[in-house]
Every structure is written in structure tokens, then in C-alpha cells.
């Protein structure tokens, strides 16, 4: 009988759950609305019905595992989720055993942006190489750090925050209480504040403003462009600190690349001996939005390990 | 019959070897000069005699390897050393296997800082955990990475330039292409460089420096805060990245903790997130110049795992 496993990744809004083969095929994909506003019985009852319905089609074959990529901070050994914003209702509740329990099957929780770069690992960008990190550029900035191919959680599962890497010591002010994070510099929020400060628009989203500058609007340029070095001085820190093969770039800004990167690329190259010198390459993650729901079914595969 | 190991730390004027039991017991110790300028058949001739001396006096136990800690990039498969500023003979020679056969037994090559992390680790003050980053606070700085109990190394053996953080985009420029990077702005460099910047004087050593701080002398304290601070802006994004328990600071600069640690401590407190909601410590290493020395030692132990 052959074998699979479930990755399911649970947004504020939407969850997708989908079936994979154990050589990363997947199989078939379903979505619900996660219906966070009814509480928490709402949310693991939707997470569990989109899992059986995974199980009805695939009763002919050996489910291994469910992985389950969540926004927040886990504590890994008790599989309880701490910190997440859209998700209130689920936190410092016993989540992995309720659903594993309702389903009668093993369960393993993960941050999404940890799945995510396990997901690009395993069947991405990053398939040749047990080592990268990944920087997810949305509304803020998460990231994903895999070491001998496995997620480095770090002692409290709250590892690989990159969007909290200070790049500007005196910069903008961030909720974490630091000045001049990466996320404040170089996320879809920066971006949107950056417009506003430099009067190019009040309420511009990213796509506007790469429009703009694919228009050749100097101050659109210069917000990419500002975006560019941040990320520049974040990379560069990362590389000097991992020496790892492979850093990725994934998330909503992605199509935006042309309008960063070179920037970016130029910061990096000047910043960076460990770059100049060993054989790393910066490139775009491959898996678009399902890179969590890969990392997520990857989980059953790889118990979690003891630090 | 009771086994040992014998570690050596290769400086450019001196190198020192001593014997451990397997339980990290220090049995004995002997210093040689390097003696550079001889060349490489002379450096590794004082290496090996260092070597043999000390397995003359534990003949009757067993050997199981030796480990030596180098200052400069290696090239781990090999075991050749690449980019050491202060044994350039001993560069793109095959270093390990030359001495492995003059001695008939098992040689590992470690990078010096990974060797005085990993000593702590062993022996020290990280010996309750197996995940720790140590910085040690010289000349310039240097850093080692401790991840599952094993020296993180990277793709190319470049892994941990702690160093080369960047704390300040537009700070100091660094012989490396960076400006701004940590050790340009907190080792004992930057110190006498700040020294003579603000006037405190042209020539002064940083024992020199503190003297004037501990007698109340306003512009040599700001000299170990700006140190604290640029430490701090360091550790925080360190913290953030790896979540690790613990963080060590080594290396000649520490007997200046007390006028640079309590500027380091509130930058970290106020830019990290991480380190005020996780259970992570920031600790002075306790095995001073030795720690090379046991790392050394430890690495017959654990032999270097594939990437």
C-alpha cells in the first residue's frame, strides 16, 4: 500500500489542506474558510473536515502524518500555539493532540514561514541543498531557516525572524519595540509608508507603486530601490552569519523583483565577503503560495528532533 | 585502557597543546613558538613535537584523535586552510593529512573561534546546552556558532563572521568591503580608534581606555558604551535569528564588562522581542584562552558530519 501524508496551512481568513505522495506529489487540494470569528470549536472542526474529506479519497492508501503550518509562535513540545495574530481563539490551547486525537492520527504543528522554507526544500528552490534560509516579503517579513534539512526552531520554536533583523539602528520604529527592523524597510507596510512619507500617494498598494515605477516614476523607483538596500543589509548579515548555499525570496512582493533586486544584489556583493567568496546564490522561491502546504506534508516525514 | 585526546591552538607566534581525558579533564599542557618565519616544514615540525611530547607521557592510554584550532577559514573536506592573515605559509597546503601521517593517528582542523565555542560547549560556560553563539571580543571579533552541539560551518567553512554583522549601514568601513560592520565599532580596534578619534589620546590600549572610564573620565565611557551599544544592535539580531539559550562573550575585551555590558544589556532588552519573552542568557565564557584548547580537544569526540 502506498504511503502519503496531509499538509494543511491554516490562514486568518482561508485554510488549504492537500494530500501529497511520499515523493512530493501532490495528490489533491481542498480549501474552507478557517471562520475564525466562531471560535475555536468552528476553526479545529473546519481544519479536521477538510483533513477527512483528504482521507475519504485516499482510503486505499497509508496516511503517515498530518503537518500543520500556522502563523505564530509554537511551543513545539506541547504543540500548543502562542503569539499569532489572526488567531487568538487557537492560542495557548493543546491544538496538535485535539485535532490528532479527532482524527486518530499523528499531528505536527509548524510556523508557517518555517513550513514554507521546508516546503521550498523539499520540492522548490531549494531541493539541491540540505541548507537555506528564506525570507517571506508580505505585509511584514517572516522567514525560514532549514539546517541539514531539517527547520531550526531555536529554544522556544520563535528561531528564524528575519523580519527583525536591524538594518537601520536609528530606523523606523517597529512593534517589537526595536528601530529600523527589515520588515520596516522592506515589506509591503514599508513600501505603503514609504509613498506616503515621499508624497507619491496616501493609500498606494505594492502594485500601484512597482506601476508607477515600471512608469519611470523617480520617487517609485527610489522606494524600490530603498527597499533594495534593506534587504541588501539584512542579506548580507545572513550570509556573513550562515554561509549557507542558497537564500530564497518568496512572498506577495516576489513580482516586484526586477524593481529591488538589482539594488539589493549591488548592496549584497559590496557588504558581503562570504558572498563574494563562497558559492551562494540569492533567487526566488518556485512554490508561490503552496510552498507552506509542501512544508507543512513534509512534517510527517521528519519527526521533530531534540535540541 | 583509559582513553584521551589532545588538542592544539596554532597562533601566529605561539602554539599550545595539551592532553584531556575523555571527560574534559585537562591532564597536561606544553607551549612552542610557531615560529612563522621558518616556514611551513618548521611550523608543523614544532606542531608535531608538540604533539608527540605529550603522547610520550600517556603511552599507556589510548589516543583517539587530535584537534587543532586555526585562525582562518578551512576547508573542511580537505582539511586545508584558506585566508589566514598570520600563517600564510601554511595556506592551500593539505594541512590535516600532512600531520595525520607524521603522527599515524586521526587529525581535525577547526577554524580557532568555532574551537573556543565549541570549548565552552564542552567544558565551560555552555556545558548545559547544546545550542549557544559565542563572540570573542579581540582585536577584531570573531564568532562560533554551536547548533546541536556541533560547530555550524556553513557551505564553505565560513559560517559565524559574527564580526561582520552589519550594526551601522553607514559606519566604519571595513577591510572586508562592508562599512559598519561590529567588530569596526566594538573590539579592541575600534576601541583605540574611537580613542584617538575623540581625543582621549593616540596610542592608548584598550586597558588604557578602561582605566580612564573607571576613573570617571566621560569620553572613555562613551567609548565602551558606543561598544555596548554596537554590541547590542549585534546580539539582538543574533537573538532574533536563532532563539538559542545562550550567548557568550569572550576574548581579551571581557575584563571591560562592567562598563560596556550594562549599555549592551538595555540595547538588547529594548531591541529584541525574542530576548524578553524567551529564556535566553547572555554570559561572560569562563575558560578564558583555554577554550581553544578544549574545543580542540573535543573535536576526536564528534567527528564532522556531511552537510
Redesign the interface.
Known sequence: MSSYTIGLDLGGTNLRAAAFSADGQLLDQVARPTDVNSGREAVINNMVEAIDSLRRSFAHRQLLGVGIGVPGFIRLREGVIV?SNNLKPLEDFPLRDAISEKLGTSVILENDANAAALGEKWQGAGRAV??LVMFTLGTGIG?G?I??GRV???????????G??????EGNPCD????GCLEKHASAMALMSMAKLIRLGDDLTPVEIAHYAKQGDTRAIQVFESMGRALG?GL???I??????LYLLAGGLLPAWELFAPTMLAEVE?????F?????RIEQATLGNQAGLYGAAYLPHQPV?A?
Open positions: 503569539g540540505n541548507n522567514g531557516i539546517h541539514h531550526m526552531h531555536g529554544a522556544d520554536g520563535m528561531a528564524g525572524e528575519l527583525h533583523i536591524t538594518v537601520h539602528p517589537c519595540g526595536n528601530r543589509i548580507a548579515t545572513v556573513n552569519t550562515f554561509n549557507f548555499p559590496r557588504r558581503s565577503f562570504t563574494r567568496n563562497a558559492h551562494a528532533e535540541d
